[in-house]
């Protein structure tokens, strides 16, 4: 009676302890999973602030060239004000001086 005591003894230890290994495994498995997903979220984070950031920068450069566009414009604008002005006082000029040769 005494070995069969100590045979389901054995037995109990040999149970628990498998079980414990079953119970840490199972707990480690549980812990990597949810380190990979919280991996997996700063990674998605990180991408969608970066594709934010990207997007704020193709935005500016977009206005400045926007506004290069602009400057430009208005400076062909100017130069050819200046040179219409200037081709009008020559005309006005050869009507100044055709004027005073015909007198």
Known sequence: KRIAEEKKRNWKKVAEETQNQTQSKEEFE?????LW???LE????????EAIIRSMQQKEEMMRQNQDQIAAK???????EHEEKEAVDRMLKRFEDDEEDER
Not at 30 to 34: A, E, G, S, V
Not at 42 to 49: D, F, G, H, P, S
């Open 30 to 34: 549980m812990l990597r999973n949810m």
């Open 74 to 80: 208005k400076e062909m604008i100017e130069r050819m």
């Open 37 to 39: 997903e919280e991996e």
């Open 42 to 49: 700063a990674k998605r984070k990180q991408e969608e602030e």
